[in-house]
Nanobody, 124 residues
Framework: VQLQASGGGSVQAGGSLRLSCAAS????????IGWFRQAPGKEREFVSG????????YYADSVKGRFTISGDNAKKMVYLQMNNLKPEDTAVYYC??????????????????WGQGTLVTVSS
């Protein structure tokens, strides 16, 4: 099981980025996928999650209305569209897989597999 996150970069406040999480070694029908982020000196925090087969999606209050998570089971990809980015969104973003397909957990310890992070930097 492997996850690979990509799509990070540097943008100005108000800009957009789309992060991608590529899954290999498993099918998205069997896992929930979460996006987390970690800013320097801070704990890793939940951003958004999607249950298996994209039945349910969840967002942290801080990103509701600005971020959209989606999945493409055929391509084994999960995306995080981030609009109206703010400087406080600056962090390393990680995608993770949870073997409980119908539950979108918000705590990192519930996730079984992690991809490497991708850095998002938002300047004011």
């Amino acid at each position: 099981v492997q996850l690979q996150a990509s799509g990070g970069g540097s943008v100005q406040a108000g800009g957009s980025l789309r992060l991608s999480c590529a899954a290999s070694g498993f099918t998205l029908n069997d896992y929930a996928i979460g996006w987390f982020r970690q800013a320097p000196g801070k704990e890793r925090e939940f951003v958004s999650g999607i249950s298996a087969s994209a039945i349910s999606t969840y967002y942290a209050d801080s990103v509701k209305g600005r971020f959209t998570i989606s999945g493409d089971n055929a391509k084994k990809m999960v995306y995080l569209q981030m609009n109206n980015l703010k400087p406080e969104d600056t962090a390393v973003y990680y995608c993770a897989a949870d073997q409980r397909p119908t539950i979108v957990a918000v705590t990192p310890n519930n996730y079984d597999y992690w991809g490497q992070g991708t850095l998002v930097t938002v300047s004011s």
